[in-house]
């Protein structure tokens, strides 16, 4: 009977035997090489042939509906699953460095706009939560970019013209 095997990755060898432990009843074994710790779960041939229809077709449902990811639940646990990039299984390690790339850029963007509320407030002496609103009124009424136009105002000591017009509407 061949056997398939599922590698999970851990940060050192104490959680690789730790996670072993925690498997119970699994057919399994820890590996150290190179710096790297996986524990390494045998799978019959049924339940190895099994998880990877389940995992097929979730992954193809996703591509078919270009949504990026989706949850799985099991019990009180949950996975999040990408979308298979080129038809190829998704690369956990990929799906990790993209999201922190999308992280960075929204923590970003957020400095941006808090510095840009920040100084709309003192400029106009009004609260941060109505210089935001002056900020994102400014933006809708030009169909820009928040981020973009919170740019222009922490880079530049006058206030952009789009801001100035929706502000004297507001504040004369």
């Known amino acids: 009977m061949h056997r398939q095997t599922i590698k999970i990755e851990a940060i050192d060898g104490a959680r690789s035997d ?4 925690a498997l119970g009843g699994f057919d399994g074994e820890t590996v150290s090489q190179n710096g790297t710790h996986e524990v390494h779960v045998r799978l019959d041939s049924h339940t190895a042939s099994s998880l990877t229809l389940l995992f097929h077709a979730i992954g ?9 990811a989706c949850k799985i639940h ?3 646990r949950s996975l999040l699953v990408a979308a298979p990039t080129d038809g190829r299984a998704g690369d956990a390690s990929q799906f990790l460095l993209e999201r922190t790339i999308q992280l960075q850029i929204a923590l970003d963007s957020r400095v941006v706009i808090e510095q840009a509320k920040g100084m709309l407030a003192e400029r106009y002496g009004i609260a941060p939560d109505d210089a ?4 994102r009124s400014a ?9 973009g136009l919170a740019a222009q105002v922490v880079e ?12 004297a509407s507001r504040y004369s």
């Open 132 to 135: 935001f609103d002056l900020l």
């Open 139 to 147: 933006c809708r009424a030009d169909g820009v970019g928040l981020t």
């Open 156 to 167: 530049s000591p006058d206030t952009p013209p789009l801001i100035e017009k929706v502000a």
């Open 18 to 21: 730790a996670l072993l432990a």
């Open 60 to 68: 193809t449902w996703l591509t078919d509906g270009g949504e990026g």
């Open 74 to 76: 099991f019990g009180d």
